[in-house]
């Protein structure tokens, strides 16, 4: 029985044993006019791809790996907070199963008491009048050990098997594309203004010190609020500095 519970989210989809990175097989697919909703989900990637070209570790069988194809209507220049957007759903899906510690670290990772379990990748190719696709990336590590994890990464990333919590891949896939389908409509036809709140209440982020570390400079203060745009708005004590996903990666002091 499908546990599918969609109307259009991952309606159609395209199983990989193995690939290199679903996003990169996304944007095949999307460039040949594959449908919104359509979703590509591999067993394993031997380079899953993180924000900043770092890689993403997505060993066989041991988490969800999946790409998401969007083709919304709303603007190009609301695009990033389409990733937002994304962070929302996984963190309610997270919650729902098991772990209501899972909080959003600016923009889109998701941790569980410090430590990474989601990872979220988002890819837009579009002009500047309207967006051809977003493709939306999501690895969530379910059955990773933490001795498995990379030494340099043990104590920053986690899985719920290392949390101690036994999740079905199949019905959290679900869940996270029900909970992303209710958002993604929710931001075509009222706009991105609820899904911000909703962000800020979920986030570890929002009220604490972080360090702020772009290529021309780094600084410390404290993360107070994000603005409509979806950019963090750091106090530094001396102004309020205006932080753009694109640019930053934040860590906490
Ligand atoms: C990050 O942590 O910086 C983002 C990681 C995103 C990983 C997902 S797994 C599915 C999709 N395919 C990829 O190559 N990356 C994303």
Redesign the pocket.
Known sequence: ASVLRTHSLGQNVVYLETTN????IAKEYARNGAEEGTIIVAEE?K??????S?S?Y?PFAKGI???LILRPTFFPLEASKSTLLAAVAVCRALRSAGLPQAAIKWPN?ILVDGR?LV???TELSASMERIDYIVM???INTGIERIEFPEDFRDKTTSFLAEGIAVSRKQLLAAVLAELEKLYMVAETEGFDKILEDWKTLSCTIGNEVQVISEDKTFIGKAVDLDNNGCLLVDTGTKIERVIAGDVSIRPV
Do not use: C, H, V, Y
Not at 21 to 24: A, F, G, I, L
Not at 47 to 52: A, H, K, V
């Open positions: 990175s679903t996003n990169e990637q380079m899953g791809r993180g924000r900043f770092r993403f997505s790996w999946f790409s990772d990474k990872g979220i990748l990336g999501i690895g």
